[in-house]
């Protein structure tokens, strides 16, 4: 049995108060929220904090509202919430797209949205979905709060913005007219990490793409997201022809690694085809109620 090594445990009482707690601790402390990879990476000592400080007991960050034309997403709110979320799934279908196919129950009753994110594992589903969807991250630390897109989240493989004595608080997706937003997975079986996954969002100013956004995860890309993709599309026609040439490009553009996942070419593969899939589709759900190629 794998035992992670010995570790002090905190609870917070609220944010200010996990600030504290990061702030008193130090680098050497870590926040635990669903513990779904944390704890395993504790296990493998792969991660070997001095100190948890434990945010579930914050149900003031367990939410889901619509507020200033906003979707905001309190950290906290577990994958099992987002995706029971009604009002989630009517302004951005992407999102319950990705939560139905990210592990299985147990997880998503656990694993929280803001984790997925701070643990920025380069093939975390929801972090190639907000990046499609362009959010906004809102990070508290002990001078307040502020906020950093999501392009600007992730620095690297495990890496991201948040500093040790700050915590990522809310997730915030602008609600705008004629949009629509889908997710495309491959993974090796049921519930698994994906081999590849792009995510698209898309608004339409009748017949033209007035913006768009593509997100891709586990196939290299920077920042999560398909830029080179998303300026070709913008203003372009939305058309087959269009989304085809954007999944060839957002493919030309990430840079796989093979792994027991699957070779980089198979990788490469994916991305321009669930790059293409996700924008039929996104597309379909923009267009207007009753219009030709309408979509659920
Ligand atoms: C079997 C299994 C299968 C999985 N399959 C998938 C999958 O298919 N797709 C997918 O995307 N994910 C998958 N996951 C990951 C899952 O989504 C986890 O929920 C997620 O990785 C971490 O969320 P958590 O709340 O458990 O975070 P934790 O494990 O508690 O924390 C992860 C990291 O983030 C930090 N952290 C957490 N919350 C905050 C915060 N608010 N502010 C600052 N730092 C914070 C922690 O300190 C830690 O470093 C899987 C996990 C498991 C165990």
Known sequence: ?????????EKATSVEHAIALLTRFGPEARILAGGHSLIPMMKLRLAQPETLVDINGLSELCYLSVIGGELRIGALARHAQLLDAAVAGEHFAI??????????????????VGGSLCQADPSEDLSAAFAALKAIMVIQGPGGSRTVSAR????????????PDELLTEIRITIRPGGGSAYEKV???VGDWPVGAAGAAIWLDGEIVAEAGIGLTAVGAQHFAAAEAEEFLNGAPATEASFEQAGRIAAEHCRPASDQRGPADYKRHLAQELTTRALRR?????????????DA
């Open 95 to 112: 999102l319950h797209d990705a939560e139905r196919v990210i592990a299985d129950p147990i997880v998503r009753n656990w694993g929280t």
């Open 187 to 189: 993974g090796r079986r």
């Open 152 to 163: 600007e989240f992730h620095t690297g493989p495990y890496e991201t913005v948040v500093a």
């Open 1 to 9: 049995m794998q035992v992670p090594a010995y570790v002090e445990y």
């Open 282 to 294: 996104a597309w379909r759900r923009a267009r207007p109620p009753g219009a030709a190629g309408q």
